[in-house]
């Protein structure tokens, strides 16, 4: 099994920025802060897992879902406890359409890094697409409390608002 190495300085240093985020004044800020918070959650401690996360992402950018899903299975067989590892892998089975192992994947995410709102906001756009639309409106409301300014979660609870029984924005 893989151990990351200073991984409670990053954790501690992802846990301030999620506090930033979470008391961010504007959509400015808050993009800012997330982009920093990406950074801390891509960090592996291993030159060789960062370079199976890189090759998995690039292999995403240009659509090659089957090289992602190879080299991401790879990078999270060597690494179990990297939640960012969980994330990319789920983003590859998404793009393939493969909606079972992405959900798989994004609850494992989910169990290393509970205020994963990327984790969180696939989750809620799953269960959206499977009409599950409770589940769904949590999943949205929960991205929103960590991750303040997102119009296209707002939108979707918006959405969502008038067809969940009992819930109003």
Partial sequence: MFSIPGGALAQDRAGELLEELGAAGSAEQADRIERELELEWSKSGSAVMDLLLRRGRDALEVSQTGPAIQHLTALTDYAPGFAEGWH???????????????????????????????????????????????????????????????EAVTEALERLAGRVQGIEI
């Fill in 88 to 150: 990319a892998l789920a983003l590859a089975y998404y793009q393939a359409d493969m909606f079972g192992p992405a959900m798989d994947a994004l609850e494992r995410t989910l169990v290393l890094n509970g205020a994963h709102f990327a984790a969180l906001r696939g989750v809620a756009s799953i269960h959206e697409q499977l009409g599950n639309e409770s589940l769904a409106y949590e999943a949205y409301a929960r991205v929103l409390e960590l991750r303040p300014f997102d």
